[in-house]
């Protein structure tokens, strides 16, 4: 007992040493007040704070933050749309002045969410509210740069700094999705059609080139058989020419009429009319008379050749 009695200043002052130890987590800050009264922070590690007198008052993360939104907005058409979305925040940096500013801008954690969540509910319902329906999808990335830029100004006055916003799911009423689908249901059918009506002019134009050529080469074909056979024909008059000169003149040579030529070619006629014929009617003249007629007829075609 008198130990005890002789030794309990020690005592006291080893208690009240021990009882202002106290240690701060990694990520976290506390903030110290002194009846009431801000005076300091402390950093991670063990620290010491006066007994009795020092508090800690708040203990800060300096860690990201993050929370999920839900909520609605209407267009300047009056399309309801609806957001799902999920906001990263943090303590702008360590700093004495900063950590001050979160500690005591908000009584709890509670009002500073519900500040944050209403302001940036708030920033993209002034958004949506100048765009029409049709255009929401498609302006993800311009809402999320329109809310960095007007929020981040409320945040900084409060300690916070907006790392990320990142807007999951935008949907619409039924009766809108509805009607958006038909209307792409129609577009596609639309582009289906003009594809199609394209493909088919290609092949109608394909099909009218290849038919143009096709009477460009028969035509050119044509014009070279019919030359040819024109050649043809002239090399057979000449060369018949020739046959019934030398002829004419080996029948002079042996006194003998010429007229046995034509009498020949007009026997040969009617024989190649007997034989080649294809059930053709050709009427001749076999009488003496319908002979003489038609030898002087060659006679005089035979006449008009030498002259010329």
Do not use: C
């Amino acid at each position: 007992m008198d130990f005890v009695i002789s030794y309990w200043p020690f005592i006291l002052v080893a208690f009240l040493i021990f009882s202002g130890l106290f240690t701060v987590n990694q990520g976290t800050i506390a903030v110290i007040t002194r009846f009431g009264k801000y005076v300091g922070i402390r950093t991670p590690g063990l620290r010491f704070k006066i007994p009795v007198i020092d508090q800690v008052y708040k203990r800060v993360s300096i860690q990201n933050r993050s929370v999920e939104l839900e909520f609605q907005a209407v267009t300047i058409d009056q399309a309801n749309v609806y957001f799902k979305s999920m906001l990263l925040y943090s303590v702008q940096n360590s700093d004495e002045a900063t950590i001050q500013k979160v500690a005591f801008k908000f009584i709890s954690d509670k009002d500073l969410m519900q500040a944050l969540v209403r302001t940036i509910e708030g920033n993209i319902r002034a958004f949506v509210a100048t765009k029409r329906q049709s255009e929401i999808l498609g302006l993800r990335r311009d809402i999320v740069e329109f809310v960095k830029e007007h929020v981040d100004a409320s945040l900084e006055e409060w300690g916070y700094h907006l790392q990320d916003l990142q807007i999951n799911d935008i949907t619409f009423d039924q009766a809108i999705i509805e009607s958006m689908s038909k209307v792409v249901a129609s577009n596609n059918l639309k582009a289906a059609a003009e594809n199609e009506g394209q493909a088919l002019l290609i092949t109608k134009t394909k099909s009218a080139e290849a038919e143009g050529n096709s009477i460009k080469i028969a035509a050119e074909a044509e014009r070279q058989a019919a030359q040819l056979r024109g050649q043809g024909v002239a090399l057979f008059r000449e060369e018949v020419a020739k046959g019934m000169s030398m002829a004419a003149a080996e029948m002079k040579q042996a006194n003998l009429d010429t007229n046995v030529i034509l009498f020949s070619m007009w026997t040969e006629a009617i024989k190649n009319f007997a034989e080649y014929g294809k059930g053709n009617v050709i009427f001749l003249d076999g009488s003496s008379e319908g002979m003489d007629k038609t030898m002087r007829q060659l006679m005089a075609l035979q006449q008009n050749d030498a002259r010329k």
